[in-house]
């Protein structure tokens, strides 16, 4: 039967890769060893290793939570100057050699192929050194945070003399995507989308009682590149709060932002040909300082998946109220019901309630299972015993990411809710 079954098949190839690696029977690399070993040493949160112990925040079940996942991520960034190139040389420059000399000419004329150079140089000068830093900066705070072992050396040896190799392939734009998240995050001129979003969750916690020192829990799952998870961190430093990030390059980017002391820049529209009144608009560059960010103590940070996560509980119903906050995140499950099976899992850890307090859209993401309308969603909340606080559509627009000078603009209205559930 087992035969049969492909993640079984996965699994023992798999082992059976790494029991060769290990052993050096086919003189695999250094760089294959490596890997293999990184898949065998578990993260905690907050970029620390487990050294030797279980990582006690995903207690039952596997997790993505390995050095392997952050070797994949230092890849993705360390390919990401050739991709990029090899992007805009294979869109633009090879489609451009196949017209004919009279449009070229044409072309050159209005200094299309100069445009492009402009923005192969914005690749090469502005992101490609902030993208740099983050690889630098992570794997120094890696060698830093936890007590010298070889395989950190290793990791950071096979990077600053680029000679890793890149196991698992990342299409470009995720990087794309990262990137304009830190400015979505951390830049002046993207508080108005955040505000809206905080303003409400802040509104509702003011309903919770949170006077009583630790016995409230934060839990802020897909908090990409973190600054909500740090509002809420500094409004409430009584409180410990967690946030849980899918994305290892999301996760590296938040740890960039405490870990970095300087400023970067960052040009966000540059590969996007699309849309733009002019050059300068794709070429567009926004500074941010990162020196004033500090980790709030109570917040920690962890790399994973939020359905797999659990809160240690040796001191089972060790909370009074535990407090779910999904911010841009409900619509992107593959299976919703399965988010609202893990956030009603920390009625174990609570003697009060769970509380869920929601906003964001509802445009679901790749091949999800199941999609509802906020009405439906409504409705599955109450048949599950949740009573609603607050439920309400605002229709006032905010954008996400929104380039406001682009011929297109994406703006949402927001589902909000404010339920909870007796533990
Ligand atoms: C649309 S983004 C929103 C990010 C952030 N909440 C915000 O408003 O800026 C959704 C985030 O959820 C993350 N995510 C998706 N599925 C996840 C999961 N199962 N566990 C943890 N994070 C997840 C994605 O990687 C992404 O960073």
New binding site residues.
Partial sequence: MLRTYDPFKQWLLKKIERIIAKSGITGSSVVDTLYYNCQDTPLSHDLQLCNGKQNEYYATSASSASLANIYNGLCHLHDYKGNCLRNIDTVMLQRYAMLTKKNQRDLKKIGYLDNIDKVKNGVINVNCKTVEKISATILNSLDKTNDSTGILSDLKAVFEKKTYKTFESCPNYRITEALS?II??WHTSFDKE?EP?LSYIEDQLKKIDTSNNKRTLII?????????PYEISLKYSNIDIHS????NL?YMCNEFIYLYEDKIQLSPYLTYFSNHVSLNDQLSTFDINLSGYVKPANLKIHL??????TIPNENAAQYDNIVVI????I????NII??IDTIESFKRNCLNKVHWINV?PLKY?TKPMVQLDSKSFDKLRKIRNWKDLDSQIDHTNVG?MTDEKSLYKGYYSLYKFHSSIQS
């Fill in positions: 998240h979505r995050d955040r979003l802020m799952p897909g908090s990409g590149l973190g600054r909500i849980i990030e899918f994305s999301a994973g998946d939020f359905n797999k996560f999904t911010v841009f995140f619509d992107t499950a593959s399965d988010y964001g993401g996400y």
